[in-house]
């Protein structure tokens, strides 16, 4: 049905990696994240919750020029990274998860905030009169709880890093069979003469991939749902 | 023994408790609004008070003088909230365990039948907190509080939200608490009937003060005989 040439394979294969390992790095310190602006009152919280949706206010092109500036070579964290540890992001698929991971961490959060504001703080106290530690009473109650919306969080999050353009492209650029992901691809074959089936038969997977997402995402927001009512 | 001598402002309530006791089962009674149920988050550490001490068996658990604050999961003192507070993620056993695995206490089959029995919830084992009457969440409740082996047990108007005939039904189990498991109690209700049939030690509250302190004969007289 779809003659799926072995390039957007690659560029398939390519956004499913970016945006899984983008989402399953951004997770943890997103609910970190999530649970310090839900639970906590600190000084420079308010900028904190600004910072962290500057992403989605700001020109992608510009958070992808500032991720090139500090995470490129000769970037202030990028060459350290580079000497170190030898990790490099510039021009490399791990650039382009970088890149979405940050695009999509206010969509991670967000979700993941409102469900921990949700939890009934009573349990919480709850808990900590049968014994349990704050950091116990986070791992066996809140979380479990808010688990609903660290899954909304995760699929919003991973739908955002498969669309991320603009960040992306300017960041590590659009080099095929190493950062060139679906969307580049799309935009890269539109430019081309007679590119236009190959853009078509990339626009059905990704409208596939998003659409399984959203079913993925609702048929576990069901069940947790039926173990928050205690039934 | 528990000993509480503190003062607390609470928006337009100002509380001014003192009292030292030795009860099996100590009643704070009080019409409603005169702040029972503050006193009792103090003792479990939920709150802390403006001034004053806190202590059972002669350790000191809130100290202002010393800023003393044994936070509330080190008290070992367990609480049956008025609203009880299972949580409904587990089911009953999970409920029942909890205390246990937080406090990383062995597992004591002995005394987890011992309660289970003494409460009537081991055909409830399974079930989610969803799924249980009214009473039998009470009970769940009180099962969860005893097996996290406290050293001294809140019981939030327990009766409040039940009708008369569970009431009846919960009432013998509460009793058998206090002669059976062997942990001091510290009782709030407004009901004098109550008072008598379970405290053994009656401090009475007034707009958050002290007003008596006594057996049973400081409870007003009933207006009709039960």
Request: proline residues 11%.
């Given at each position: 049905m779809l003659d799926i040439s072995p390039t957007e394979w690659t560029a398939i294969e390519l956004s499913l990696r970016v945006a899984t390992v983008a989402t399953l790095v951004a997770t943890p310190v997103g609910v970190a994240v999530a649970w310090l602006l839900a639970r906590r009152e600190f000084w420079g919280k308010a900028l904190l919750d600004a910072f962290i949706h500057l992403p989605l206010v700001l020109p992608p092109v510009v958070t992808g020029y500032l991720l090139l500036l500090t995470?490129?070579?000769?970037g202030l964290i990028g060459a350290w990274l580079a000497d170190h540890l030898g990790i490099v992001f510039a021009f490399r698929w791990t650039g382009a998860a970088l890149a979405c991971g940050i695009m999509s961490f206010p969509l991670l959060v967000r979700p993941i905030r409102l469900s921990i504001e949700a939890v009934d703080r009573r349990l919480e106290q709850a808990a900590a009169t049968l014994g349990a530690a704050p950091w116990q009473v986070f791992v066996t109650v809140t979380l479990p709880l808010a688990l609903p919306g660290v899954l909304a969080g995760m699929v919003l999050g991973f739908a955002k890093a498969i669309g991320e353009f603009g960040a992306t492209i300017t960041f590590v650029?659009?080099?095929?069979?190493?950062?060139?992901?679906i969307s580049s691809a799309i935009y890269s074959l539109i430019q081309t003469p007679d590119g236009d089936s190959a853009a078509l038969r990339l626009v059905v997977v990704s409208i596939l991939i998003s659409t399984a997402a959203l079913v993925a995402s609702e048929w576990f927001a069901r069940r947790a749902l039926l173990r928050l009512h205690g039934i | 023994m528990l000993r509480v001598d503190v003062s607390k402002r609470l928006g337009g309530l100002t509380i001014e408790a003192s009292f030292t006791s030795e009860g099996r089962v100590t009643g704070l009674f009080?019409?409603?609004?005169?702040g029972k149920t503050s006193l009792i988050n103090m003792i479990a550490g939920l709150s802390r008070p403006d001034r004053g001490i806190i202590a059972i068996d002669g350790e000191t658990l809130d100290e202002t003088a010393t800023q003393t604050h044994v936070p509330v999961h080190r008290r070992r003192i367990g609480y049956v909230f008025q609203d009880l507070r299972?949580?409904?993620?587990?089911?009953v056993r999970q409920n029942l365990d909890y205390g246990r695995r937080m406090n990383r206490l062995a597992e004591d089959g002995v005394q987890q039948k011992r309660v289970t029995d003494m409460l009537d919830i081991g055909h409830l084992?399974?079930?989610?907190?969803?799924?249980?009457s009214g009473g039998e969440r009470q009970r769940v409740a009180l099962g969860r509080a005893l097996l996290s082996q406290p050293r001294l047990l809140l019981l939030d108007e327990?009766?409040?939200?039940?009708d008369e005939e569970r009431k009846e039904e919960i009432l013998p189990y509460l009793v058998r608490l206090r002669d059976e498991a062997g942990i001091p109690m510290v009782y709030v209700s407004h009901d004098p009937s109550e008072m008598r049939k379970l405290a053994t030690q009656i401090v009475m509250l007034r707009r958050g003060r002290v007003t008596a302190f006594g057996g049973a004969e400081i409870l007003p007289v009933a207006l009709a005989p039960a």
């Open positions: 995470f490129g070579r000769r650029s659009n080099i095929p069979g190493e950062t060139q992901v | 009080g019409a409603s609004g005169a299972l949580f409904p993620h587990f089911d084992l399974d079930r989610r907190p969803g799924r249980l327990p009766l409040g939200s039940l």
